[in-house]
């Protein structure tokens, strides 16, 4: 679990401190409809740059319960070179809140209504290719994602200083399932 530094050290603005139980809402459907209209707003803001746009996280897994946030990954051609996509994005709304250079370079901007998390990776890192199949392979197996929903349920019931905790608490399930899905990590590859 990262430690208050680390997670104040990659935010921008201060930590927001949660001191609760995490919401999980039932699959709701409309959810991979939310997406939509904000994969619209990406590609207008951003382009040609746009080198890859996919809706991932729980709420692009029909029948998985989630905190009711869009999670969206967006390969650029380098994360590290915001100026050429973070001032387009905030123009369209979003609000830089993540820079994680000790990891993959991840930066990740909030958007609101509906609330969106926007990872951003450079194309060809491996964490891209790591959710992909992790989402993939939860939507096909019904095994894994009954053992997911059910980690999950648990560990919302908790009380958590930072949603970070929650989420990397559920890195031990979360790894379980990468491993039996084939996933293999690889270096992130700059184009």
Not at 64 to 82: C, F, M, N, R, Y
């Amino acid at each position: 679990m990262r430690s208050d530094e680390e997670i104040a050290a990659a935010r921008i603005g201060p930590p927001e401190l949660h001191n609760g139980t995490i919401y999980l809402a039932p699959y709701d459907p409309e959810w991979p409809r939310q997406f939509e209209p904000e994969a619209a707003r990406i590609r207008g803001a951003l382009g040609e740059r746009v080198l890859l746009l996919e809706h991932a996280g729980s709420t692009s897994v029909p029948g998985l319960s989630a905190k009711p946030i869009i999670d969206i990954v967006l390969a650029v051609a380098d994360t590290t070179d915001e100026p050429a996509y973070v001032p387009d994005l905030e123009a369209a709304g979003y609000r830089l809140r993540v820079r994680e250079p000790d990891w993959h370079e991840h930066r990740m901007l909030r958007g609101a209504d509906p609330t969106v998390n926007l990872h951003v990776f450079t194309l060809g890192c491996s964490e891209i290719d790591r959710m992909m199949r992790f989402r993939d392979h939860l939507r096909a197996d019904e095994a894994d994602r009954t053992l997911y929903e059910n980690a999950k349920q648990e560990l919302a019931g908790r009380t958590w200083k930072y949603v970070q905790h929650y989420a990397d608490a559920k890195s031990q399930v979360v790894e379980q399932i990468v491993a039996r899905s084939g996933v293999t990590p690889r270096d992130c590859v700059r184009h």
